[in-house]
């Protein structure tokens, strides 16, 4: 089972690389972090609600929930908040 399948991060349409992803579920915690442009899978995940955190420097984390079913592949496409007074060119 592959969750989430190629998952991009996003910030006003544009990819945001090195966000800590945390999904984050009442017996174990999955880790990932996504590459250059923004991209991140996590395999292998049991059937349950989580909590999925994402944080990067210079943005407003996000926070929700997700609940996983086996069997079931996911998109993930969000969309972080910059810090005022940061910019990224």
Known sequence: MKVPSKNYILWHQEEIPF???YLIGP??????SSDLGGIF????IRSEKYILELSSIGYYDFR???????GTAYKLIVEMGEH???HHD
């Open 27 to 32: 017996k174990v915690t999955y880790t990932a």
């Open 64 to 70: 929700d929930t997700l609940t996983i079913n086996e």
């Open 84 to 86: 005022p007074g940061v």
């Open 41 to 44: 899978e996590i395999n292998k």
């Open 19 to 21: 966000v800590s992803i």
